[in-house]
């Protein structure tokens, strides 16, 4: 997969890309991510990309201009033109998911108060927020989604079966998880774990998971997780 990020901040993205499993799947060549910068197609000499709002109120608007120039700059023909933006649709496992299978993705971070919405009604596919809260910039969005979707592309997570086991994949959080040693500070390891019966093993994880969704987010909760609890 290859992704153009579209910034006023390209520095910003040193570093949380070149660690880890991130950095392992741009070494073997499942995804490859690139840097623009807006202000590289700004219409003044001094790179100013920005402007006061019409009709009054704080802040700043990234101009449609620079922005439109950016992405038609990096824009194939099966790009996906993604804003990231406190306006967006909630980021989610499914639409992780779903954007994984994308060949280009072009991520477009939101600077100041927004961007020109002629420049969003004219290229932009869709808009994402990853929560109800705003940020500086949508510098770390870009890189939230990128790393969540990330795991969704074939060959990224060394065990295949990791991503289908996470947390939202059927609509409820993961089951807690134990490693040695079996007792730590007079905590135990929860028995059924080392009694080897697979079957039991799945039905608590199962229960568990249901349980702390319904604590934590009853939002999440669906109704045909109302089975019987497991209890042991």
């Known amino acids: 997969m290859e992704i153009e990020i579209l910034s006023l901040f390209p520095e910003y993205f040193r570093g949380p890309f070149d660690v880890s499993m991130l950095r392992r799947a741009r070494d073997a060549g499942f995804l490859e991510i690139r840097h623009t910068d807006i202000r590289d197609f700004a219409e003044s000499k001094h790179g100013r990309v920005d402007d006061r709002p019409f009709g009054g109120g704080p802040g700043m608007v990234l101009q449609p201009g620079p922005v439109v120039r950016a992405i038609r700059s990096v824009r194939k023909e099966r790009s996906r033109v993604i804003y990231l933006s406190p306006q967006g649709a909630l980021l989610t496992a499914a639409k992780c998911q779903e954007l994984s299978l994308s060949e280009h993705l072009i991520l477009l971070c939101g600077h100041y108060e927004g961007i020109d919405e002629r420049a969003i009604e004219m290229e932009v596919d869709e808009e994402i927020s990853i929560g109800d809260y705003v940020l500086t910039s949508g510098c770390a969005p870009a890189i939230v989604l990128i790393d969540a979707m990330a795991r969704f592309i074939p060959g990224v997570i060394g065990h295949p079966d990791a991503v289908s086991e996470d947390s939202f994949q059927e609509g409820i959080f993961d089951s807690p998880h ?55």
Not at 200 to 223: C, H, M, S
């Open 178 to 232: 134990y490693t040695r040693p079996e007792n730590f500070e007079g905590k135990e390891v929860p028995s059924v774990l080392l009694g080897g019966n697979h079957a039991e093993i799945r039905k608590w994880r199962k229960a568990q998971a249901i349980e702390k969704t319904r604590r934590v987010r009853p939002d999440l909760f669906l109704g045909e997780h109302c089975e019987p609890l497991y209890v042991h």
